[in-house]
């Protein structure tokens, strides 16, 4: 057995290394529990890709929360690019560019459709209130929700419909990229979501840190050590252990570890299913847990070029989606793989070079809605997605297929599921869970699977007031 | 609506006895409602002795290494305290802390256990039960309850040997049957439980056992009034148990059933719920003015709402209708005037009614 601490949390990515890092600078002692050999989870360096330091998964922010920055002191996050535009790219070689800047994006829609222009006008100006209203829920962790009215209409709406006075097949398929899931009910929210990240801070819309990801996890690592959070990786939790009160987590070494709260940063299903006491969570909750899984997930690619991938512009992302009815594809109901593919792809290098070796380049691609359990197997079917994915990007910049020197491929896996119920709840709601001190602060705590750091830090916030009042009482 | 109705394994003899033909449903088995004379089955089991047909009621066998786990997550009331051979009464909630059940939990072996209960809540038992591996099954056997005064009496003349205790049970090779003898019930009474082939046997030696004793044979009804005068509460009849695995309604508290909750209990499903939910209400016993009996009706305190009636019946011992109510905490004081929509003037009393008959013994 081994002494007592106030809290243990459980994984080492952004948000697990947030939450540890507030916890310890309020004065808590706080392990930190990673499975893996380093930290970082999803944005930790994961290629083999010689003289690359990337992670095949993201080489992009989307939402991190400003404020920790100021926070946790991290001087040395620099961004390499701040303010990404996105770029749908058309069948015809054409493009459409989506900048911040909405009178210019109107202007460049007006040229193809002056219907669309004015869609385009109304429909952000739209999203915008509704994302001003929404602030405070999604970015500031704020407990009241906004007005129902509000919530509930959105809640009712699929991004697929609020897309439907476009005429443009691919801007509607850019702009449904972001919802992921534009025909679940409540996938408007999503859109709005995404708006509302903007409104917190510029490197909310798209970011890139300088060094990339692992960087800023190496950065967020360091300042745990220096705020005295205890650190063991290659600490794999078997169990959480509790009565109807967390008492600590079982190692799969069978190490004990005692504590008074837990935070964990795994999937609401892995932690209430599988680690936390069978039952504990509630005989319907652990039903519905078990029922609710998603079906497809999001696949990546990183590609290691002698020369960057030419888009046409520089530091843009790139969309490549042809239709929005192809995010209803039934493929993946049927585990197979889907027809037309929705992709993304990001050159980071030209911003910050030095994420690969001198004169070579990545090519950074995530492609959504892809089985996670297709009948063939991911082993066989990644070489059919990278096939794919480099035919469709091919037409869209020259030379493609000869400048790859190397690749990484990683398959989907099983994410929190879309839900518009979720993205309508308070980050104190999906943080607690039905045993008293266990507390979830990873994607699952966040509204939509997006990497902020906000949930590891209002879940250290809500733990921390757990503990102080459990002291009293 | 359509009705499964089943006999029970006596349902020849009940036909026989049931001149009026009159019959009720419930769990989907049919059942005699009385035999001829109401108030005189009602008062047998005060007065001298009856014997009712009960096995409508629902019973499951948990069994598996894993079912003291299930248990414990399941029931208001901690199973590892139970030895083989004892019972308890205990609630389950849904996870909001809403009461699904209620009923008698009896340990038969370390893996063992059995849960009797006035309506079915399979589905809820089986799927809990599924995630701790552990197996349920409905039992159908005849059972035959056997209530008042002289009930021990007759347990003897029956040659059922040593007397049982409250909530114990005891298994036996009896005349050449394989009987469960029990005492789960509230009413100073005992049942016994045989295989259906055996039933007809059973029905006719415990009415010769009784006839020295005057033991009639009570309908449903009759049954129903002794639960209301001792005031207990039952699922379906009394109140709508939740059906919700989320529901919040209807609260231990509000139907006073918080004695069957334990306080260092900690794991039960639905605890955290249940104790922060608001106590606004409790149940009490009402008098009505008349014989009228007034089920499911509002109750008004000086014209203003104040709860609801529950079951309700006319009480032959007490000359009047009565009733259970779950009514507001500032009402629920004995004494307390309330009235019905219409008019009726109705007392809230102490719970029982009637004191629960002592057996005679000697």
Known sequence: ?473 | MTMLVRATPFHSRVAAANRLNAWVNRNDHTLAAHYGDVNAEAIAPHATAAMADISWRWRVTIEGAGSEEFLTRLLTRNPAKLSPGQAFKALWLSDRGAVRGAGAIARFGRESFQIVATQSDFDWIARGAALFDVRVREIEEGGLAIVGPYAAKIFEAAGFGDPLEALKFRKLFWRGLDITLSRFGEHAGFEVWCKPDDALILWGRLLKAGEPFAMKLAGLHAMDLLDLVAGVPRPERDYEAARDGFATAPTPFELKLESLIDDDHLLFNGRAASLSAPRTRTRVGIELDGDKPAPHAPLLHNGQRAGRTMGSLYSPALQRAIALATVDLSSAKPGTRLTLPDGTAAKVVDLPFLPVPDPIAE
């Open chain 1, 1 to 473: 057995m081994s002494q007592s601490r106030d809290a243990v949390v459980i994984g080492g990515g952004l948000n697990g290394l947030v939450a540890a890092i507030y916890l310890a600078k309020a004065g808590r002692k706080v392990l930190l529990l990673e499975a893996e050999e380093t930290l970082g989870g999803s944005c930790r360096a994961t290629t083999a890709l010689a003289g690359v330091r990337a992670s095949v998964r993201s080489s992009l922010l989307i939402a991190l929360d400003p404020r920790l920055a100021k926070d946790l002191a991290l001087q040395g996050l620099k961004f390499a690019l701040r303010d990404i535009p996105t770029i749908a790219l058309q069948q015809d070689g054409s493009s459409l560019t989506l900048a911040r800047d909405v009178n210019g994006t109107q202007r460049a829609l007006a040229a193809r459709s002056p219907g669309d222009a004015d869609t385009y006008r109304r429909l952000r100006a739209e999203i915008f209130t509704l994302a001003r209203a929404m602030r405070p829920f999604w970015c500031d962790g704020a407990s009241t929700s906004p007005p129902d009215t509000l919530l509930s209409r959105l809640r009712r709406t699929d991004a697929a419909s609020l897309l439907a006075g476009f005429e443009s097949d691919t801007l509607k398929a850019a702009l449904a990229f972001d919802s992921v899931a534009p025909f679940e009910t409540g996938s408007a929210l999503a859109l709005v979501w995404r708006a509302a990240q903007e409104m917190c801070g510029l490197q909310g819309a798209l970011a890139l840190p300088q060094g990339g990801l692992p960087a800023l996890m190496e950065m967020l690592a360091a300042t745990a050590q220096a705020a005295g959070v205890e650190v063991r990786t290659r600490a794999r939790v078997a169990k959480i252990i509790a009565d109807n009160v967390v008492a600590g987590a079982a190692l799969e070494s069978g190490e004990e570890i005692y504590c008074r709260a837990v935070l964990c940063s795994l999937s609401r299903r892995k932690t209430l299913l599988d680690l936390a006491p069978k039952g504990s969570s509630g005989f319907s909750e652990t039903q519905k847990l078990a029922r609710t899984s998603a079906q497809n997930g999001e696949g990546s690619i990183l590609f290691l070029l002698n020369a960057p991938a030419d888009f046409g512009s520089a530091n843009a992302r790139y969309i490549l989606a042809d239709r929005l009815e192809a995010f209803a594809d039934t493929a993946i109901r049927e585990h197979r793989f889907p027809d037309e593919l929705q992709i993304e792809a990001f050159v980071p290098t030209i911003a910050d070079p030095t994420l690969a070796p001198p004169g070579q380049h990545l090519l950074s691609v995530r492609v959504q809605g892809l089985p996670l359990m297709p009948a063939d197997g991911w082993p066989a079917l990644s070489v059919k997605l990278v096939e794919r994915v480099t035919a469709a990007l091919e037409r869209h910049t020259a030379h493609l297929r000869a400048r790859i020197v190397g690749l990484d491929v990683q398959v989907p896996r099983e994410e929190e599921p879309f839900s518009g119920a979720r993205l309508a709840s308070s980050y104190r709601a999906r943080i607690a869970t039905p045993v008293e001190g266990l507390f979830l602060c990873g994607v699952a705590a966040e509204p939509v699977n997006a990497v902020s750091g906000r949930a590891g830090r209002l879940a250290a916030g809500i733990a921390q007031a757990w503990l102080a009042r459990e002291k009293r009482g």
